[in-house]
């Protein structure tokens, strides 16, 4: 009852101003959120705690969300809308399919990176989440793998790619990537995200691309065929003259 009358003694905002200050201060919410679940683990925290963090009283921060279930639904459900919604722009390209997976390789490291303790977070406490919730976010990462399967699919069928199970290469790709937020640690002199993007795509694409996309031997005289081969080299190009410079800066 006490939640009740907290939220009913605090208005919307009608203003712009107050609509900007509402949305800087929801997201100061979250990442407090998101910094008390990573440490204390989701179970372990109230929404008197998440206030306190941000300076807000228990009753002004049902202001912002109703309840804590609607605080976790936006800590987790709108980061993993966020990541589905630039996956399915990756995916709708025109570019040929290894140049997509290459793409979407660098775009989720880059965002595991951004976000660790999120990550996480999500991978180890997942079940603690409200089943509403967990059920929302499970479909959004469901989406995500739907994503790099298609991806993998139109490789295949464009004989850019070996005929492989696309759902286990897409679980593969996914374990390896996913697998970052127990090893990296950001600031201790490890690789940047991108740099390890191109190490795992091209160890990725060298184990999936067709004999006919490195060499010409039996590669089709079609446009795509042609678009495909001048990818992967491109790509060749960049991962050794990347390492070419790795090995002149340590001499």
Request: hydrophobic share 40%.
């Amino acid at each position: 009852m006490t939640e009740v009358s907290d939220q009913a003694d605090v208005g919307p905002a009608k203003s712009a101003g107050g609509s900007v200050r509402n949305s800087v201060m929801r997201e100061r919410i979250t990442e407090a959120a998101a910094r008390l679940f990573q440490t204390r683990g989701i179970s372990g925290v109230t929404m008197q705690e998440v206030a306190a963090e941000v300076g807000l009283s228990k009753a002004s921060i049902y202001h912002y969300y109703q309840s804590r279930d609607d605080l976790l639904r936006h800590v987790f459900g709108d980061w993993a809308r966020g990541e589905v919604e630039r996956a399915r722009a990756i995916a709708g390209t025109d570019e040929d399919a290894a140049t997509k997976l290459t793409a979407f390789m660098r775009f989720h490291l880059n965002s595991l990176v951004d976000h660790l303790d999120l990550y996480g977070l999500s991978f180890r406490e997942e079940g603690q989440l409200p089943a509403e919730v967990r059920n929302e976010f499970r479909a959004l990462k469901r989406e995500h793998d739907v994503l790099v399967r298609q991806i993998i699919r139109q490789g295949v069928e464009a004989r850019i790619f070996e005929p492989i199970d696309e759902t286990l290469a897409a679980f593969a790709i996914d374990g390896m990537c996913n697998w970052i937020w127990k090893w990296y640690r950001p600031g201790r002199g490890g690789k940047p995200a991108d740099e390890i993007a191109e190490t795992f795509s091209h160890l990725v694409l060298r184990g999936m691309m067709t004999s006919a996309s490195t060499t010409t031997t039996g590669w089709t005289e079609d446009l795509q065929g042609i678009d495909g081969q001048l990818a992967y080299h491109a790509r060749e190009i960049r991962h050794h003259t990347s390492q070419i410079e790795l090995l002149l800066k340590s001499r």
